[in-house]
């Protein structure tokens, strides 16, 4: 039993990651074809935005459009995919890194800004999908962070020795 455990215990990140890749690259039908899901959200954070002082900033060639969250969702996505393979495992960590980072976006979004839990009345789903991963990402930060300072570590050593 005890080995059953292990091996499991193995493959659940990879699980994870999966599960993360999929709510990412389901989303991206709609932020790369403009879907009115999608207008509505970054309308709505867009005039936020406006009303703040920095029109434009969700527009669709603002520094945080539809694009540009969606191209980071999808390197997140494919570091998700390709850590699995044991020679690229890093990969996948800093993909929960930038899920974790992207997620915290999206979740604040949803809290903090006129956007609200369920911006196209879908009953909080996009919500509950955003707080699903981040809480997967956050999960999996923790249970690899020791690989993770390592990471650091490295470029900071890259980094001196560049200078």
Known sequence: MHENLKKTR?????????????IFVDSLRYKFTNAPETQVIF???DAWSSSLGAPGLFAQSGLFSQYVIGSAELVAASLLIVGILPALRRLQSIGFVLALA?????????????????PNHDGGGLFVAAMVIWLSSLTMVVVRRKQLLSIGCGLLGVLKDKS
Do not use: E, Q, R
């Open 10 to 22: 193995k493959y659940i990140p990879h699980l994870v990651a999966g599960f993360c890749a999929m």
């Open 43 to 45: 309308g709505t954070l």
């Open 102 to 118: 992207i997620m915290s976006g999206a979740v604040s979004f949803h809290l903090f800004t006129p956007l609200g839990i369920d």
